[in-house]
């Protein structure tokens, strides 16, 4: 079975600064893509970013990056500038692709992140 | 349409009630999922639909949970005999094909009281 850690259930950052979401995953799979997704008051969950697992290079998104490292099984997201509007629930997701399953994403207990003025 | 809608977006019912929540996909979407969210809890897979092939249910977490899928369109999840434990916020999303991220919808706010 797959799980997902967000080991940070709330962070808080200055605006115009720089922060780091953490997430580690655990799989025997070898091929899945992780992603992390945004969920403002709202409750709309919106994709910020993803990432294939055969891929070497960092996925980027505007003020959006990740740091994978696959031996670690490490999946942490970097927001740049930081703004208001990017106060929110972070949460981080994994999907397998063995072939035999319904591709259902896991999802990690996700963090709380505020953009503070 | 240009999203995923579901209705409604909150209700509101007593326990031992049945309750009927609503999913309209993106047109042409052949994946359609419903993920539950409960109170400071990360999304819990219920069940998936893919095309004509039969539902992956093993997310359903009882008998008194069920989901159709009618013309691989619009999907209806059906809570019985609603207990409080099931109050939480109801997420559907849909994909192309599965295994993408998929389009979530704003979700349905159910309260069991």
């Known amino acids: 079975a797959q799980t997902v850690t967000q080991s940070q259930p709330e962070m808080s950052v200055q605006e115009a600064e720089t922060v780091t979401l953490s997430c580690t995953y655990d799989?025997?799979?070898?091929?899945?893509?992780l992603f992390w997704y945004k969920q403002p008051p709202s409750r709309q969950m919106i994709l910020v970013i993803r990432q294939e697992a055969y891929k070497q290079q960092n996925a980027t998104e505007n003020r959006f990056s990740v740091n994978f490292q696959k031996a670690a099984k490490s999946f942490s997201l970097k927001i740049s500038d930081s703004q208001l509007g990017d106060t929110a629930m972070y949460f981080c997701?994994?999907?397998?692709?063995?072939?035999?399953?319904?591709?259902?994403?896991?999802f990690g207990k996700g963090t709380k992140l505020s953009v503070i003025p | 349409g240009a999203g995923v809608s579901q209705s409604p977006s909150n209700k509101v019912t007593e326990k031992g009630k049945d309750v009927e929540l609503r999913c309209d996909p993106i047109s042409g979407h052949t994946a359609l999922y419903w993920y539950r969210q409960s109170l400071g809890q990360g999304l819990e897979f219920l069940i998936y639909?893919?095309?004509?092939?039969?539902?992956?249910k093993s997310g359903l977490p009882s008998d008194r949970f069920s989901a159709e899928r009618t013309g691989g369109s619009v999907s209806t999840l059906t809570i019985q005999r609603t207990q409080q434990e099931d109050s939480a916020v109801y997420l559907c999303?849909?994909?192309?094909?599965?295994?993408?991220?998929?389009?979530f919808g704003p979700g349905t706010r159910l309260t069991v009281l």
């Open positions: 799989t025997s799979e070898s091929n899945y893509y």
């Open positions: 997701a994994f999907v397998a692709y063995s072939g035999a399953g319904s591709y259902q994403l896991t």
């Open positions: 999303a849909s994909s192309l094909v599965g295994g993408t991220s998929g389009v």
């Open positions: 639909f893919q095309g004509n092939s039969a539902p992956d």
